[in-house]
């Protein structure tokens, strides 16, 4: 398997960073036409190499839907501003200044720090200036009589951080007033003059345009036949936005380019490439162009640039859920490893260069919609980076030897998945189930893991050729009948207050996960074991939680009860 290694050397991080230093050019705020300029830039980049594409046109109008998602307005920022403590901040300094689909308007007056419950009390007339809950906040501004809105994020110090609204048509009923951004360091500065008694004065000023419709470009290139291996990796944010995820797009160009020449017909899987706009891109391609019967496996490239010394990163490789256990992550793990080495040991072993894990499933990018869909999906990021989502996220704080690891990681499991030997394959899946249960093990029982992964493997050796596994007869107890991302919003827009249950219920992060990796185990197991499976995945989970989520959404029919 190691010599996948010496053929992935030919992917060049200069080229990867020439091509971030390209996308980085384009304001890519989902709705804006700048996103699509930064599509059509992919697009012409695949031409000029002989790369098939196809390039399809969905919409932002406010109101279409992908899935359970509904895409926000169109809008293009054309200025903003903010004045105050006599400094005035514009977006020549960052587009950043302007939450992303804020209405055009101007306000002047005294600011006011939502810094407790009783101060939106006070909010009518006055700038709010608010450091979490955005949207919420947002709106209960506009209800609550504030003429303006101010954000900021902890931990961002002297950059604008990236803040958006994703308002829908709807919203424009009641979302009025401008809002902006403003770096930490400048918001607490506000904060600390009120907390002593002042008065700080603001003026802020946003002008944008709201076309009605803007093009949602899905960028999708195929190299061979399918079935294919699917990489993924979104091209909207904000300008800057290098490591996030200018990294990840500009790695799938040059992973094409690679690809499409060294394949030949001796390959039992073809390549196909997709550049689309978070989420909403990933929805749209699937419920309008995928057929899902073409992909083995999606590896999704999400800010893959990131390093400890530059951004405090750890290079993360999120698993395949149990629910889709493929050898996929395993391999992407075995190569980091074989090429994350730097200096040696006291017997001459060779050291990490950067801090590597892999970790069981998480949400957070594109890779999710693929998995509830039945495609094995996994992703290498690096996480965490300080400058993430702020204006400080820019090429001169990536990492090349962190794009070099990930990306020859990622090459040399393509071309190991596509032309290595069955007999090889196989017994590196027998050691990585080893592995992989192993670890398991080590805290709790995996009876009905071991299962998974059996079946698991038989699904990776109908695509490999490589004999091992086994399935089961499904005896799911639930149906998924509206699969997508599922938010408090969209109960929300099916039922109100079993939308406030819903967001109240799923406010700690780690049960919304737990929650999508239930209904894909609940499709395959009964009720008990679905539970006891993901007991043995990621440990404790608050059992009785989920059951009242799966309550709420079998009233607002996402679920039906087989």
């Known amino acids: 398997m190691r010599r996948f290694l010496k053929e992935a050397e030919i992917f060049d991080a200069d080229e990867v960073l020439s091509y971030i230093g390209e996308i980085t050019r384009f304001h890519r705020i989902q709705g804006s036409r700048e996103l699509v300029e930064a599509a059509e830039f992919i697009q012409r980049e695949l031409a000029s190499w002989g790369i098939k594409t196809e390039f399809y046109r969905e919409t932002y109008d406010g109101e279409g839907t992908y899935l359970t998602l509904t895409v926000p307005i169109a809008w293009n920022l054309i200025r903003a501003s903010v004045e105050a403590f006599g400094e005035r901040f514009t977006d020549s300094m960052s587009p950043l200044i302007a939450m992303a689909h804020s209405p055009s308007g101007e306000a002047e007056g005294e600011v006011l720090p939502i810094l407790r419950e009783s101060d939106w009390e006070s909010a009518g007339g006055k700038i709010v200036l608010v450091g979490s809950g955005w949207r919420d906040a947002y709106r209960r501004a506009n209800e609550a009589g504030a003429i303006g809105f101010i954000a900021y994020r902890e931990g961002t110090g002297r950059a604008f951080p990236y803040i958006g609204l994703f308002l829908r048509k709807g919203d424009l009923s009641w979302a009025r007033i401008p809002a902006v951004t403003l770096p930490e360091e400048t918001a607490k500065k506000i904060i600390s003059k009120v907390n002593s008694g002042e008065s700080v004065e603001a003026k802020i000023s946003v002008e944008a345009e709201s076309p009605g419709r803007e093009t949602l470009p899905i960028v999708y290139a195929t190299v061979g036949k399918a079935p294919y291996i699917l990489f993924t990796a979104h091209i909207c944010h904000p300008k800057p936005g290098a490591n996030d995820n200018a990294s990840g797009s500009a790695t799938l160009v040059e992973l094409a380019k690679i690809l499409s020449g060294l ?300």
């Open 263 to 562: 394949y030949d017909e001796s390959f039992r899987l073809g390549f196909a490439f997709l550049w689309i706009p978070e989420y909403y891109g990933t929805q749209a391609f699937i419920e309008e162009y995928a057929n899902i019967d073409d992909y083995y496996a999606v590896i999704n490239l999400d800010m893959v640039a990131g390093s400890e010394d530059r951004a405090g990163s750890t290079i993360m490789l999120v698993r395949e859920p149990l629910s889709r256990f493929s050898i996929v992550s395993g391999l992407l793990e075995y190569y980091i490893e074989a090429l994350n080495g730097r200096g040696s040991s006291f017997s001459g072993s060779v050291l990490p260069a950067f801090k590597f894990k892999s970790y069981a499933y998480e949400m957070g990018s594109d890779h999710d919609v693929f998995n509830f869909f039945g495609i094995p999906s996994t992703m290498p990021i690096t996480w965490p980076d300080r400058f993430y989502h702020s204006s400080e996220d820019s090429v001169e704080k990536l990492s090349k030897e962190t794009l070099e690891v990930i990306g020859k990681a990622v090459l040399a499991a393509a071309l190991a998945l596509a032309k290595g030997n069955k007999e090889e394959l196989r017994r590196f899946a027998r050691g990585y189930a080893m592995k992989y249960l192993g670890e398991l093990s080590r805290d709790r029982e995996t009876e009905i893991s071991e299962r998974l992964v059996m079946a698991g493997l038989a699904r990776d050796s109908r695509f490999l050729g490589m004999e091992i596994g086994h399935g089961f007869e499904s005896r799911g107890w639930l149906r998924w009948e509206k699969k997508g991302i599922i938010s408090g919003e969209y109960v929300s827009s099916m039922d109100e207050e079993l939308g406030k249950e819903f967001k109240e219920l799923t406010r700690e992060r780690k049960v919304l996960l737990h929650l999508h990796e239930l209904l894909m185990l609940s499709e395959l197991l009964p009720e008990e074991e679905a539970f006891k499976a993901l007991e043995e995945e990621f440990g404790e989970v608050e059992g009785e939680k989920l059951k009242k989520l799966v309550q709420i959404l079998e009233k607002t029919g996402i679920l039906r009860r087989l």
